[in-house]
């Protein structure tokens, strides 16, 4: 069975940072391109791609949405089945439950999100 | 970075009768590859979204086939044959041709 972890998120102040982890478990963690979705509360229900990393295979290499580029880093251990978003220079807009998925043309699993409040 | 624009917001529906949600991309979403990666996904409330078809019209394993999914080029529709009780929630169209965008929702709600 497929399974995804969330961990790390809760409250930090503007200009903070944060790093949350994603354990995966039921599949071949190191062939799979792993992305971020946010949900942010004060969006209404509007799911916002944040970034992904290609499998080692495919390069590993990174991509991120405008919004984010330059502040949030996507990375991975693939002895640890672990994917990582570090946040730097939060905002408050960055509040949101932050989902790892895992990828198969789009993200096919999910896992259950993590709250991540930015607020003074 | 592609648009997709999902109509109707909301859609209140009487149990037992169908429902259609349409998805428009602002460009074309078949890939170079010869494939079009647009994916329909349900959000329960309390949940996490759940892929319910991947490149428009294939059904993920376990998903009840009153769900389908048509289009191509940049229009696309999800149905539900015959709406269920716990089909109640927001469904949202995706693409993964260009980057990954979602469309923002369109609620399904029981009349």
């Known amino acids: 069975e497929v399974q995804l972890v969330e961990s790390g998120g809760g409250l930090v102040k503007p200009g903070g940072s944060l790093r949350l982890s994603c354990t995966a478990s039921?599949?071949?963690?190191?062939?799979?391109?792993m992305s971020w979705v946010r949900q942010a509360p004060e969006k209404g229900l509007e799911l916002e791609w944040v970034?992904?990393?290609?499998?080692?295979?495919?390069?590993?290499?990174?991509e991120y949405a405008a919004p984010v580029k330059g502040r949030f880093t996507i990375s991975r251990d693939d002895s640890k089945n672990t994917l990582y978003l570090e946040m730097n220079s939060l905002k408050t807009e960055d509040t949101a439950v932050y989902y790892c998925?895992?990828?198969?043309?789009?993200?096919?699993?999910w896992g259950q999100g993590i709250l991540v409040t930015v607020s003074s | 970075d592609v648009v997709m624009t999902q109509t109707p917001l909301s859609l209140p529906v009487t149990l037992g009768q169908p429902a259609s949600i349409s998805c428009r991309s602002s460009?074309?979403?078949?890939?170079?590859?010869?494939?079009?990666?647009l994916n329909w996904y349900q959000q329960r409330p309390g949940q996490s979204p759940r892929r319910l078809i991947y490149?428009?019209?294939n059904r993920e394993s376990g998903v009840p086939d009153r769900f389908s999914g048509s289009g191509s080029g940049t229009d696309f529709t999800l149905r539900i044959s015959r709406v269920e009780a716990e089909d109640v929630g927001v469904y949202y169209c995706?693409?993964?041709?260009?980057?990954?965008?979602f469309g923002g929702g369109t609620t399904v709600e029981i009349k």
């Open positions: 970034g992904r990393v290609k499998s080692k295979a495919h390069g590993g290499t990174t």
């Open positions: 460009q074309s979403l078949v890939h170079s590859d010869g494939n079009t990666y």
């Open positions: 995706m693409q993964a041709t260009l980057r990954l965008t």
């Open positions: 039921g599949f071949s963690f190191s062939n799979a391109w």
């Open positions: 490149k428009v019209s």
């Open positions: 998925t895992r990828e198969y043309w789009g993200p096919d699993y």
